[in-house]
C-alpha cells in the first residue's frame, strides 16, 4: 500500500483545512488508517484512527470535537476535517494504514505517507 497526503497549508487560528489521504492497492478496505503529527521539536503523536469499515473513530482529547476522520473505501481516501485550528495544531501530519484495532499505536502501522505540513497562525 502507498499513502499519499495532501491537502495541508497556511490558515489562520480558527480556521479549516482538509487533509486526504490516496491509497494505492485493492485491499485498502482492509487497513484501519490513522492520522499522525509532528511538531518541531516534538515526538510525532496521534491525532485521529478509523477503522478499516469506516464505522468506528477515534481521537487524541486535544482534537476531539474539533477534527474529524472519515473513509471512504471506494475512492481508497481517508480524510482528516479539521477545524477550530489552533497554532498548537502546527506539524507535519502523516497518514498511516495497519491492521490493527489499536488505532494510537503507531507501531501498529504497516504504511505510512510522506507528511503534508500545515501551519496554524495566530
Known amino acids: 500500500v502507498q499513502l499519499q497526503a495532501s491537502g495541508g497549508g497556511l490558515v489562520q487560528a480558527g480556521g479549516s483545512l482538509r487533509l486526504s489521504c490516496a491509497a494505492s492497492?485493492?485491499?485498502?478496505?482492509?487497513?484501519?488508517m490513522g492520522w499522525f503529527r509532528q511538531a518541531p521539536g516534538k515526538e510525532r503523536e496521534f491525532v485521529a484512527g478509523?477503522?478499516?469499515?469506516?464505522?468506528?473513530?477515534y481521537y487524541a482529547d486535544s482534537v476531539k470535537g474539533r477534527f474529524t476522520i472519515s473513509k471512504d473505501n471506494a475512492k481508497n481516501t481517508v480524510y482528516l476535517q479539521m477545524n477550530s485550528l489552533k497554532p498548537e495544531d502546527t506539524a507535519v501530519y502523516y497518514c498511516?494504514?495497519?491492521?490493527?484495532?489499536?488505532?494510537?499505536?503507531?507501531?501498529?502501522?504497516?504504511?505510512w505517507g510522506q507528511g503534508t505540513q500545515v501551519t496554524v497562525s495566530s
Open positions: 492497492g485493492r485491499t485498502f478496505s482492509t487497513y484501519a
Open positions: 498511516a494504514a495497519g491492521r490493527t484495532s489499536w488505532m494510537s499505536r503507531e507501531e501498529l502501522y504497516d504504511y
Open positions: 478509523i477503522s478499516s469499515s469506516g464505522g468506528y473513530t
